[in-house]
């Protein structure tokens, strides 16, 4: 009787090791990519996509995202790239904020400092709410739900676009209402490269 159980028990373990291998793995997310499918998603990237078009005056973001819906995957590359752009703006942003308060030597109130960072952010957070998409493409991906399932996935790849030297306008624009401001500005070679590339770039900005 016990040698029978054994055997039972036995012929029990290897039905189930034997069924767990056969399903795909699935992700705690939901849809995982099929195995081996991650060399597939990085070949069939956009060569657009792998190497965006560098223009001087313009930042370029990037955005991917995945979905069980076209729509919701556009949306997911939305939210992607629009963080991209967001990121790279603070980086110049800050740099100016650390080189406007290095050229004055902090001869001024710190409400001037202040007033510089909260206009570069109201900015940035403007033409950024304005970008402009430059490229787009929607693939869809073999995939399994987490029952194991087949089904399929569609993936965005999004490029989009910010103009330099639109916000640039507009920072100063809004700089000249502050007057303190201004003057603290006027005073830096951060103020004379500014007008140097508005000048140059005029037309691109239609003035």
Same mark, same amino acid.
């Given at each position: 009787?016990?040698?029978?159980?054994?055997?039972? %028990?036995?012929?029990?373990?290897? =039905?189930?090791? $034997?069924?767990?291998?056969?399903?795909?793995?699935?992700?705690?997310?939901? &849809?995982?990519?099929?195995?081996?499918?991650? #060399?597939?998603?990085?070949?069939?990237?956009?060569?657009?996509?792998?190497? &965006? &078009?560098?223009?001087?005056? $313009?930042?370029?973001?990037?955005?991917?995202?995945?979905?069980?819906?076209?729509?919701?995957?556009?949306? *997911?590359? *939305?939210?992607?790239?629009?963080?991209?752009? +967001?990121?790279?703006?603070?980086?110049?942003?800050?740099?100016?904020?650390?080189? $406007?308060?290095?050229?004055?030597?902090?001869?001024?109130?710190?409400?001037?400092? +202040? +007033?510089?960072?909260? %206009?570069?952010?109201?900015?940035?957070?403007?033409? %950024? @709410?304005?970008?402009?998409? #430059?490229?787009?493409?929607?693939?869809?991906?073999?995939?399994?739900?987490?029952?194991?399932?087949? *089904?399929?996935?569609?993936?965005?790849?999004? =490029?989009?676009? %910010?103009?330099? $030297?639109?916000?640039?306008?507009?920072?100063? @624009? #809004?700089? #000249?209402?502050?007057?303190? =401001?201004?003057?603290?500005? +006027?005073?830096?070679?951060?103020?004379?490269?500014?007008?140097?590339?508005? @000048?140059?770039?005029?037309?691109?900005?239609?003035?």
């Amino acid at each position: 009787m016990k040698k029978i159980k054994s055997i039972i %028990i036995l012929f029990l373990t290897t =039905l189930i090791l $034997f069924s767990c291998a056969d399903k795909p793995r699935t992700g705690p997310g939901g &849809p995982t990519l099929v195995p081996g499918a991650s #060399k597939e998603v990085l070949a069939q990237e956009p060569g657009w996509y792998k190497n &965006p &078009p560098k223009e001087e005056g $313009f930042i370029v973001g990037k955005g991917e995202g995945t979905s069980a819906s076209k729509r919701g995957s556009r949306a *997911k590359a *939305k939210n992607d790239l629009i963080n991209d752009l +967001q990121q790279k703006s603070k980086v110049i942003s800050e740099g100016r904020n650390e080189d $406007f308060i290095k050229e004055t030597g902090g001869d001024y109130d710190s409400e001037v400092y +202040q +007033q510089f960072e909260q %206009i570069q952010t109201t900015v940035w957070n403007g033409v %950024i @709410e304005n970008w402009t998409e #430059k490229n787009s493409q929607t693939v869809v991906e073999a995939s399994f739900d987490a029952q194991g399932n087949k *089904k399929n996935i569609y993936r965005c790849y999004l =490029l989009g676009e %910010i103009n330099v $030297f639109l916000a640039d306008q507009r920072l100063l @624009e #809004k700089m #000249k209402k502050e007057k303190e =401001l201004m003057t603290a500005f +006027q005073a830096t070679q951060a103020y004379d490269k500014l007008q140097e590339d508005l @000048e140059r770039y005029k037309d691109k900005l239609g003035m």
